[in-house]
């Protein structure tokens, strides 16, 4: 069974730190992109950041540029998302997703949620003081 489940996620103040966990069972991340989307209340899922392991390539949005890190551990099969100076804007439930075996992963895109097939069941982060 392909499984994705994102732990780490949590309360932390304005300009604090959280990173987030998105440990894969039953595939390999080298065959796939690997993404974080994320959905506030009332809001459509937008696209956080992707990597493509094999290719060394990664993509933020605007929004978190600078600010957040994608990561992985091959030793542990999971991926990782350093958020740093969380922001109020930055509440959400946070999702990681996968596309491939057969895909381009020469390249990795956020602006659609289309191509990953693969979910996790999602992990709220809120930023309050």
């Known amino acids: 069974q392909l499984q994705l489940v994102e732990s780490g996620g949590g309360l932390v103040q304005p300009g604090g730190s959280l990173r987030l966990s998105c440990a894969a069972s039953?595939?390999?991340?080298?065959?796939?992109?690997i993404a974080w989307f994320r959905q506030a209340p009332g809001k459509e899922r937008e696209g956080v950041s992707c990597?493509?392991?094999?290719?060394?390539?990664?993509h933020y949005a605007d929004s978190v540029k600078d600010r957040f890190t994608i990561s992985r551990d091959n030793t542990k099969n999971t991926v990782y998302l350093q958020m740093n100076s969380l922001k109020p804007e930055d509440p959400a439930v946070y999702y990681c997703?996968?596309?491939?075996?057969?895909?381009?992963?020469?390249?990795?895109?956020?602006?659609?949620?289309?191509?990953?097939?693969?979910w996790g069941q999602g992990i709220q982060v809120t930023v309050s003081s």
């Open positions: 997703a996968a596309d491939g075996p057969f895909t381009d992963l020469s390249m990795c895109v956020v602006s659609s949620t289309l191509s990953y097939d693969i």
């Open positions: 039953g595939f390999t991340l080298d065959d796939y992109i």
């Open positions: 990597v493509s392991l094999v290719a060394g390539l990664t």
